[in-house]
């Protein structure tokens, strides 16, 4: 995408995390910010997002941030008090996060920044003062030397939250952030979702990823980076990590769409998956 605008797709999914909080009942994820902070602007995307043939990607959306933030809560308790958010977005963690003592970065293209921060004013969401907001791009800038200015310790573990952003990088601007994480110290670790080799889909999860694709091109952020689970795991492994996890639909029905009322659950096609990597 052009890093001198600001993501469209970032609304879109925020609008689909909003959309949650209202019709799906309890919600995977709480998240009592997502609609504050994306307003009543945007009547068109909500309908969308709140219609049933967007079921199955809204409760992904919902499901990719709990996932994250769960494997998060499994790193504070294991000691880490730095939290790294690539590629942000409209991700609202930060302003109901519930540790006190975790400091969050929050990294993304600056006129990505500036638009939440307009937002976030608009809304009336206070900036807590464990936030720092990072500007730059994982293509063009040192991720590292970005967050080391912007008061990261490299020396003490940290986790990486990195959703919806994979599928749209190079190869070379995956494996430069990874090494970043790969090189912080143990108990450090990333989650990020990806997108599926589509040739490896079903018939019809390929028409679903092609409807997707061709929406996430028209806003100008095409997806451009594929894996199957083998070759990610064998690239993760390549980068030096030393546990992997990752999980897909049928993993995060089991975790958190059982035994629900409204029946709501990922459908099998298949289209994301998401991977823990852990130093
Ligand atoms: C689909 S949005 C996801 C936002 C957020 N992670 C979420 O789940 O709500 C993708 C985000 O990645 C950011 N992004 C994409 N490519 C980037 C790059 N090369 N450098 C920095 N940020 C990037 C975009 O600005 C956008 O905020």
């Known amino acids: ?19 949650h909080q209202l019709i799906d009942k309890p919600p995977v994820l709480d998240d009592p910010i997502a609609m504050r902070l994306v307003g009543e602007g945007h009547p068109r995307l909500m309908e969308r997002a709140m219609h049933p043939v967007g079921r199955d990607f809204r409760g992904f ?16 308790a294991n000691g880490v008090t730095q939290y790294v958010v690539l590629g942000a977005g409209l991700d609202t963690f930060a302003y109901r996060n519930p540790f006190p003592a975790l400091q969050v970065f929050e990294v993304d293209f600056p006129a990505t920044q500036v638009w939440k921060r307009s937002m976030l004013e608009r809304a009336a969401i206070a900036l ?16 590292a030397d970005g967050l080391a200015e912007a008061g990261l310790d490299l020396h003490k573990p940290a986790f990486f939250g990195w959703l919806g952003v994979v599928p749209y990088l190079s190869l070379d601007a995956f494996r430069a952030t990874m090494s970043v994480v790969a090189k912080m110290p143990a108990g450090s670790g990333v989650t990020f979702d990806y997108a599926v080799a589509p040739e490896t889909l079903s018939p019809i999860g390929r028409i679903a990823f092609e409807r997707l694709s061709e929406r996430v091109a ?16 064998a690239e993760i492994r390549g980068a030096g990590f030393d546990r ?23 459908s099998p096609l298949g289209l ?3 991977a823990t990597a852990w130093v």
Not at 128 to 143: G, I, K, M, R
Not at 218 to 233: K, M
Not at 245 to 266: H, M, P
């Open 1 to 19: 995408m052009e890093t001198g605008r600001a993501s469209k797709t970032a609304l879109g999914v925020a609008i689909r995390r909003a959309a």
């Open 61 to 76: 959306m919902a499901a990719r941030s709990r996932y994250t933030e769960d494997r998060l809560a499994e790193a504070v």
């Open 128 to 143: 807590p003062s464990n936030l720092v907001f990072v500007a730059l791009d994982f293509e063009h800038q040192t991720l």
């Open 218 to 233: 028209a806003a100008g952020e095409p997806f451009r980076l594929f894996f199957t689970p083998e070759n990610l795991e």
């Open 244 to 266: 992997i996890e990752q999980v897909g639909s049928d993993g995060l029905n089991e975790l958190y769409f059982q035994n629900r009322a409204d029946g709501l659950k990922l």
């Open 272 to 274: 994301g998956m998401l």
